[in-house]
């Protein structure tokens, strides 16, 4: 049930829509409180991984692209930048570098993200 939560969070589903999905899925009701807690635990293992340690050695080639997408927020729908790199390794294996929303696709939000 906490990877179908973080799921719905990464989505954008309100914890109101949460609260419903769950009742129909597992036949339990689960509080909003219980919701918003796992909701900053999952903003605990997001920020962990965008913070961890690239253990892929070198990186021949990289790849950056910003893409935006709808979110809702509060029950209104904003535009949101999402930054992300991704790189081959020298083993030819594809590695997701980084990831981060919320800022723009410009000169200031990639020297930010980078």
Known sequence: ??????????AGVSVRRAEDIIEALWDSK??????????KNADVHI???????????R???????????????????????????????EDGYREVLGATEGMKEDKAGWVSFF
């Open 59 to 89: 990186y021949p080639c990289v790849y950056v692209d910003g893409i935006y997408l709808r979110r809702s927020r509060g029950g209104e729908y904003e535009n949101v930048a999402i930054l992300v790199a991704i790189a081959v390794n």
């Open 47 to 57: 920020e962990d991984w965008r913070r961890r340690p690239l253990q892929g050695g």
């Open 1 to 10: 049930m906490e990877e179908a939560l973080i799921e719905m969070y990464l």
């Open 30 to 39: 689960v509080s909003p409180a219980t919701i918003s807690e796992l909701n």
